[in-house]
């Protein structure tokens, strides 16, 4: 046989096998593996947070403002060594009218200024790097969904191999946490998706009040396909949980049969038997 064949069979097969074994549930990680895979988890949660959370901001303080809100026309947050930048655009043109830099803490700038300035050589390749992948993700072919009543926030975050951009579900709804319908597209250095997932099979909204009386604890369930809690899980959480002042929430994974209880306080992942 064919030793390119034997292989491409050997391919396929391990696919099969691990398909199959993640829809009947029968996956099994050492606990070394499930903290590694929860580390990386909570950073990247931290980090899809700290971008959409510079976003609220950057666009409330811009638009209280009013010879920055009459001349808004969106905005591109991105990570700057040890800082996360916002600028504000001119409606209509390429170029920057305020800018802001956030450090350890985003719900405040560290520094801001109003500007009349072009945009940067990597402001520019962010930029065009996002209305690319957007032009190409909201087609037929993916069916990114909105729900009435809410709207998707859409964060680009570069990395060593090209782009991630994630796709997560906001709401002005009061008592509301809009888990779910929440995505990941990985694309690469020239702007070519290479893969994506849905994280959720639907949007899941958490109710936080039910008559008058307040929700202390929130939970869903994952589908055997993501078994382990979601970057994007954390960043929602991260943003509404302490609206309704709730400290944690908890994720359950039919494939692990295992929770995984996310403590916004200490930010950590702490990982429980069925």
């Avoid at 929860?38 to 209280?64: F, P």
């Avoid at 830099?101 to 700038?109: L, R």
């Avoid at 008058?212 to 943003?239: N, Q, Y």
């Avoid at 295992?258 to 306080?265: D, E, G, L, P």
Wanted: aromatic share 12%; proline share 3%; net charge positive.
């Amino acid at each position: 046989m064919n030793l390119n064949l034997r292989v491409m069979k050997k391919i396929v097969l391990f696919s099969f096998v691990f398909i199959t074994c993640m829809l009947q549930g029968q996956i099994n990680f050492s606990k070394e593996e499930i903290r590694q895979k929860t580390d990386s988890i909570l950073a990247e949660g931290n980090l899809l947070y700290q971008y959409e959370r510079v976003a609220w901001v950057s666009t409330d303080h811009a638009k209280e403002r009013k010879d920055v809100k009459k001349k808004f026309g969106g905005y591109l947050i991105y990570q700057s060594g040890d800082s996360i930048k916002s600028i504000i655009l001119e409606k209509g043109k390429s170029n920057c009218i305020y800018e802001m830099t956030y450090v350890n803490d985003f719900t405040t700038p560290f520094k801001e200024k109003s500007v009349n300035r072009e945009l940067s050589t990597l402001e520019i390749k962010l930029m065009n790097m996002r209305t690319t992948l957007l032009k190409e993700i909201f087609t037929p072919a993916y069916n990114v969904t909105i729900n009435g009543g809410y709207n998707l926030n859409v964060e680009l975050i570069p990395f060593e191999k090209g782009y991630k951009l994630y796709i997560i579900t906001g709401t002005s709804k009061s008592d509301i946490i809009p888990m779910g319908n929440d995505y990941i597209f990985i694309a690469d250095i020239n702007g070519k998706i290479t893969s994506w997932r849905k994280f959720h099979s639907r949007l899941v909204p958490a109710i936080t009040k039910i008559n008058g009386a307040k929700v202390r604890e929130i939970t869903h369930s994952h589908l055997r396909i993501e078994p382990f809690i979601s970057a994007t899980d954390i960043c929602t959480f991260k943003l509404y949980g302490g609206i309704y002042g709730l400290d944690e929430f908890k994720v359950y994974s039919p494939a692990l049969s295992k929770y995984f209880t996310y403590n916004a306080v200490k930010n950590t992942i702490v990982t429980d038997d069925k």
